[in-house]
């Protein structure tokens, strides 16, 4: 008599039968850590190349800036706005004239106060802006003025931190905190060590931040070079970041060739 095959449903139940991609306890386990940074770069790039967003304006500030704040908040706020929108409208971000890659493309790091306020300047000029958000244990959600193919969320700081600088094209920061801080002199420091290519950098608002931080005292004690502060500009309005910008040499992109003139 031939023998009945056992029943098959604890092979087909297996963690181990299932597909690796599918499988949400051996993505998450520590082996694969390297493998989920990999797609967290992967995932972002390949959207921002499908977009064509070839490089970006970074602006850095508190998430707890308000449009309707106390004191200084709320001027804050309206000049983050109005800088989102003018560099949309000078800086290449749309596609205009047969363009195929945007330029200067407003990214913050997604979420409110002054993050908000420059996805909501370029989300008014009707330019994409982008949101890189990062999980917290306090939940940060995305703001609604970046756009939505552009509202991404990562994991890992580094990451994130990796996709904010590596399309830079110039940094902004206004007011903020510890956040503000450690984004700032990461980027501060990859251009000290030359790690960064050449890019301007604007604090706003010169009264805070000399207020917040006592940049020449670092000189003095021999922590760095008196050259390391060139590194640094400052703006008190929207316009005079612009001009400190473009004043650094930020890339913009070329007017179209005028095709009467080329024929000449």
Not at 114 to 119: F, G, I, K, R, Y
Request: with cysteine; charged share 25%.
């Amino acid at each position: 008599m031939p023998t009945q095959a056992p029943d098959n449903r604890a092979q087909l139940t297996s963690p181990s039968y299932r597909l690796a991609a599918l499988d949400q306890d051996f993505l998450l386990g520590e082996s694969m850590r390297g493998v989920r940074f990999l797609l967290e770069f992967a995932k972002a790039d390949e959207v921002l190349r499908r977009w064509g967003v070839r490089s970006t304006v970074v602006v850095f500030g508190s998430a707890r800036v308000r449009e309707d704040g106390p004191g200084e908040q709320a001027r804050w706020y309206e000049q983050a706005r109005r800088f989102g929108a003018l560099v949309s409208e000078r800086g290449g971000a749309k596609l205009e004239n047969g363009d195929h890659v945007r330029d200067n493309v407003i990214a913050t790091g997604g979420g409110p106060g002054v993050m908000e306020a420059a996805n909501r300047g370029a989300y008014e000029a009707g330019a994409p802006t982008i949101g890189f958000n990062i999980t917290l244990p306090r939940e940060q959600t995305p703001n609604p003025y970046c756009t939505p193919d552009l509202t991404f969320r990562f994991h890992y700081f580094a990451m994130r931190k990796m996709h904010l600088a590596m399309r830079a094209n110039a940094l902004v920061v206004f007011p903020g905190g510890f956040g503000t801080f450690d984004e700032l002199f990461e980027i501060l420091t990859l251009r000290q060590t030359d790690k960064a290519p050449p890019i301007p950098i604007v604090l706003f608002d010169e009264a805070y931040w000399r207020s917040i931080i006592n940049f020449e005292a670092l000189v003095e004690h021999g922590m760095i070079a008196a050259a390391d502060l060139d590194l640094l500009r400052f703006a008190d309005d929207a316009e005079d970041v612009w001009a400190e910008l473009v004043r650094g040499g930020l890339k913009l992109p070329e007017p179209p060739v005028d095709s009467e003139r080329g024929a000449d």
